[in-house]
């Protein structure tokens, strides 16, 4: 079964718009959740997450987790075309395994 | 810092030739894995290493294998390879810190083709 579903599949925005991507998630053991930003090449580390309620924030980015029903979001505020890419959401367990969704493309077009 | 380096950058292979894809790190973080990236799969962890000496299968191993004599390389062994191997190869340093806060860094890949 799958462990982590990512919603949407992908986007299309305009620049200067306000998106959320969704991160639900099934794992035994949970011990966090990492969100990256991955263009064309390596994904790139954008947060951890490991406390409910807590957000984390990156400029335009932010990020929250809720532990109970199992799921994170990854907000991106005033988007531009720069924020392009696949975003792709990783829990671990405690075991040291590490599970990915198969990302959100976002496109935004100026 | 060079980070998480891998080469080669591309390899193509015959069915049933052997290889290894390098990896290595100058972050000194105790775990390393490697993960397979196809499209429409996700990345899917391969093998990971805690340390030096140990190492432990991830979701998807067989075909593959590994070791870790020093904390700054990982190389990964298709014994014999296949088709069903053809994907993106990345390898993964991590960082913990003392307070639990972990930041995974990846490396630039590596395109692998089998024919």
């Known amino acids: 079964e799958d462990k982590v579903v990512q919603s949407p599949l992908s986007l299309v925005v305009h620049e200067g718009d306000t998106v959320t991507l969704n991160c639900s998630y099934e794992?035994?053991?949970?011990?966090?959740l990492l969100w990256y930003k991955q263009e064309k090449k390596a994904p790139t580390f954008l947060f951890m997450l490991?406390?409910?309620?807590i957000e984390k924030k990156s400029g335009r980015l932010s990020s929250i987790l809720d532990k109970k029903e199992l799921f994170s979001i990854l907000n991106i505020t005033a988007t531009q075309t720069g924020d392009s890419a696949v975003y792709l959401c990783?829990?671990?367990?405690?075991?040291?395994?590490?599970?990915f969704g198969t990302g959100t493309s976002l496109t935004v077009i100026p | 810092n060079a980070g998480v380096t891998q080469t080669p950058k591309f390899q193509v292979l015959k069915t049933g030739q052997s290889m290894t894809l390098q990896c290595a790190q100058d972050m000194n973080h105790e775990y390393m894995s490697w993960y397979r990236q196809d499209p429409g799969m996700g990345l899917r962890l391969i093998h990971y290493?805690?340390?030096?000496?140990?190492?432990d299968q991830g979701e998807v191993p067989n075909g593959y294998n590994v070791s870790r004599s020093t904390t700054e390389d990982f190389p990964l062994r298709l014994l014999s390879a296949a088709p069903s191997q053809t994907s993106v190869y990345f390898c993964?340093?991590?960082?913990?810190?003392?307070?639990?806060?972990?930041?995974?860094?990846f490396g630039p890949g590596t395109r692998l083709l089998v024919l």
């Open positions: 990783g829990p671990s367990d405690t075991g040291n395994q590490f599970y």
């Open positions: 794992v035994t053991n949970f011990r966090s």
């Open positions: 290493s805690v340390g030096a000496g140990i190492t």
């Open positions: 490991t406390s409910s309620g």
């Open positions: 993964a340093s991590r960082r913990d810190n003392y307070f639990g806060q972990e930041t995974q860094y």
